[in-house]
Each structure stands twice: as structure tokens, then as C-alpha cells.
């Protein structure tokens, strides 16, 4: 698939998934991680399961926003005909 080109509204590509993904990981878990290593925490269960679930909220975000966005990068609106 050619880079230059986006999903269509209310659709997903696979790159989105792809996308979605490396966000998920390196902005919910690293992030959260990154957090309790700084306050000297140790990786626990609950430190991880943290982790997942802000991975997983940063996934629907990010998938949410290319949804609701068109081909052209609006947001909102549908493709223009």
C-alpha cells in the first residue's frame, strides 16, 4: 500500500492496525513503565496490568480517530463525491 494513501471514512486500512499497535505499545506500556521505574517501583502485576490497559485505551484512541477521519485528513466529514 502506498503511503501517501489514507483510509476512507468510517473505514480502517491495515496500516492503521499496524499504526495502532506501535502507538499502543510505545505510549500506553513504555510510558507507564517508564512511570513506575522513575518512582522507584518495582514491575509488579499490578504495575503491568496497568500497562495493557493504557496500551489498550491508546489503541481505541488512535483507531477511533482514523475512523472517524477521511481520506483527505478531515475529521468529521465525510468523503467528498
Given amino acids: 500500500m502506498d503511503e ?11 496500516s492503521d492496525f499496524v499504526k495502532g499497535l506501535v502507538m499502543a505499545i510505545l505510549g500506553g506500556a513504555l510510558g507507564t513503565v517508564y512511570g513506575a521505574i522513575e518512582a522507584g517501583t518495582l514491575l509488579s502485576m499490578a504495575v503491568l496490568k496497568t ?21 483527505q485528513g478531515q475529521f468529521a466529514k465525510p468523503e467528498s463525491k
Fill in 4 to 14: 501517501d494513501v489514507k483510509s476512507v471514512f468510517l473505514k480502517w486500512s491495515k
Fill in 51 to 71: 500497562a495493557g490497559n493504557s496500551a489498550l485505551l491508546a489503541a481505541i484512541t488512535y483507531l477511533t480517530k482514523n475512523l472517524l477521519t477521511n481520506s
